[in-house]
């Protein structure tokens, strides 16, 4: 065979090697760029993932304020309630204690002498607290108190005076016989303006756990 046409089939040989060996390689390249690509994309997807579990969390940070209800009960209707409101929260209870225990004599309401009766009539009376209460933790207190004469009673003042509750979430709750809780939320939000007063609701002695868990949870704060 010529020896210039050896030359010509060896050169022919390694220039079809050359292009094969390229094209595999080239092909594995895009391969792998497009596997990355996938692998940025699955990435992307499950940062989206994560931001929305991340915005959930958030919207469960916001819900998982820190938690009191503070009540005062003089003969164990609206402690029953803050206690179903425990329940449904798992805040802390924290009873206000009368210093001076209400006895049935102080709670007559028919005899314009009792305590209960002289308290209500008179705007500057301050029922002293036994306990020392702290409300530096919560963002969220749930207060709670009796209707007497269709508003707090005027421990419920005490306890407003003895705390800076400046900017927290306060959601009155109270118990009767029939008087609506509109009378007391009035006195409330202009005892203080700078609390976060949300229109809260009145119950009564048969109120269930059921229904206090529907109105906790229909709670937008
Ligand atoms: C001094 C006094 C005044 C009251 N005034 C009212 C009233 O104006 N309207 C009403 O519906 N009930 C009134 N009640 C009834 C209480 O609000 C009701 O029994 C309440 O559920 C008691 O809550 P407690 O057991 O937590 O103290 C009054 C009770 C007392 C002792």
Redesign the pocket.
């Known amino acids: 065979m010529n020896k210039k046409i050896i030359v010509l089939i060896v050169g022919v040989i390694i220039v079809t090697v050359g292009v094969v060996f390229w094209n595999i390689s080239s092909n594995n390249k895009s391969k792998t760029a497009d596997n990355l690509d996938n692998n940025i994309v699955e990435n992307e997807n499950s940062n989206e993932t994560h931001d929305e579990n991340t915005n959930d969390n958030d919207k469960g940070t916001l819900n998982d304020k820190k938690v009191a209800i503070i009540?005062?009960?003089?003969?164990?209707?609206?402690?029953?309630?803050a206690e179903y409101i425990k329940n449904t929260t798992n805040g802390d209870l924290i009873e206000i204690i009368p210093k001076e225990k209400?006895t049935d004599k102080?709670?007559?309401?028919g005899n314009d002498d009792?305590r209960?009766?002289k308290e209500?009539n008179d705007s500057k009376a301050r029922p002293e607290i036994k306990n020392n209460i702290t409300t530096d933790d919560y963002e969220v207190i749930y207060l709670?108190?009796?209707?007497?004469?269709?508003?707090v009673?005027k421990i419920i003042l005490t306890f407003l005076d003895s705390h800076n509750l400046d900017g927290k979430i306060i959601i009155p709750f109270?118990?009767?016989?029939?008087?609506g809780i509109s009378g007391s939320l009035n006195t409330l939000k202009n005892y203080n303006k700078d609390i976060n007063w949300i229109d809260g609701e009145r119950?009564?002695?048969t109120t269930n756990q059921n229904e206090i868990s529907n109105w906790v949870n229909g709670l937008n704060y």
Do not use: V
């Open positions: 009540y005062f009960s003089a003969t164990g209707t609206t402690k029953k309630i209400y102080d709670l007559n309401y009792s209960a009766n209500q709670g108190y009796p209707i007497w004469w269709g508003d009673p109270c118990t009767s016989g029939s008087t119950f009564s002695a």
